[in-house]
């Protein structure tokens, strides 16, 4: 049995506590063989040695984020309880990562230490596998590091693509001419997009092709030089147009490829392009993958808990 106590300097109770102790009492279910009590600006822990150390890491990490943050919220305390040390890490320096500026000073930047690592695989690698549920900022993310891009002259242009319809891209039924057709389907783009450019230049770049937002199907015989692209959705893709799109890299391209493997529309008969494409593409050099999960949802918090009620029930 160790007992130690632990004074906290330099962060304030009231923020590592939480509103009426929240925090504190959610921290001793993640040490149930621990006896926790908390006095001011001192932590009394009693147990068993192993748990003791592990709390003191896990104190100190949350410690180091009170410290530099000046705030602690539920998503934060979840992330540095849960994370590895790297992630923790990591995580404390998020706030510091800005990916860019968008309209009227809006700050865009990672909230998660997986959309972190995405950062940090786009820097490292040509081409990145962006994989996770609904609600992980997946698209968001990449579509800033492409709007990062095109502002510091990285590229000359973005494209972001995705099959226009779940299910076999048939759009015959829809009323409108093509791009009304199209836009219903490519609207969480645009959305992202209205976030980080301001609407004059966004309808710019637009018109003069600098950002081009198109269906797949589009894609087919095209060379991509100097360019960031985005695949998005791309767990409704065939094996044939997973391929297609790969292999349109030209010149000082960058692809970034995102996808929810748990919400395939495809056809029963037909395979998941990238479900085979992460299967034997996992050791070529110069592709990255980052897989998100519910830890990484900034929807709703009710998201969160539909996701993992799915996952226990898969």
Do not use: C, W
Not at 58 to 87: M, N, P
Not at 118 to 143: C, R
Not at 153 to 169: C, F, M, Q, Y
Not at 249 to 268: H, N, V, W, Y
């Amino acid at each position: 049995m160790t007992e130690r106590i632990f004074e906290l300097t330099g962060a304030d109770p009231a923020q590592l506590y939480g509103p009426s102790n929240t925090f504190l009492n959610q921290i001793g279910t993640y040490f149930p063989k621990l006896k926790i009590v908390a006095r001011g600006h001192k932590i009394k822990v009693s147990g068993p040695e192993e748990s003791v150390i592990e709390f003191e890491d896990k104190l100190d990490g949350i410690l180091a984020y009170v410290e530099k943050h000046k705030t602690l919220d539920q998503r934060a305390f979840d992330t540095l309880v849960q994370a590895s040390d790297a992630a923790r890490e990591n995580y404390t320096l998020l706030k510091d990562e800005v990916i860019l500026h968008g309209p009227s000073g809006r700050i865009i930047k990672a909230k998660t230490p997986n959309q972190y690592k995405l950062i940090e695989a786009s820097v490292d690698n040509d081409m990145v596998f962006a994989i996770g549920p609904a609600g992980t900022g997946k698209t968001y993310t990449a579509v800033a590091l492409a709007v990062r891009a095109l502002k510091n002259r990285e590229v000359r242009r973005i494209i972001l693509t995705r099959p226009a319809v779940e299910a076999g891209e048939n759009l015959g039924f829809l009323p409108g001419d093509l791009k009304e057709k199209l836009d219903p389907y490519l609207a969480p783009l645009y959305d992202a997009l209205r976030d980080m450019i301001p609407k004059e230049k966004l309808e710019f770049y637009l018109e003069n092709k600098t950002i081009e937002i198109a269906p797949l199907a589009f894609m087919r015989g095209r060379t991509l030089d100097d360019a960031f692209v985005i695949l998005d959705e791309s767990q409704n893709t065939t094996t044939s147009q997973m391929k297609m799109f790969l292999t349109r890299m030209g010149e000082s391209a960058r692809f970034i490829i995102t996808g929810d493997t748990s919400q395939i529309d495809l056809p029963k008969h037909q395979k998941s392009g990238l479900k085979e494409a992460v299967g034997f593409l996992k050791n070529v050099k110069g592709i990255g993958f980052i897989y998100l999960d519910g830890r990484d949802v900034i929807r709703h918090p009710l998201v969160k808990q539909i996701i993992e009620a799915y996952e226990q029930k898969d």
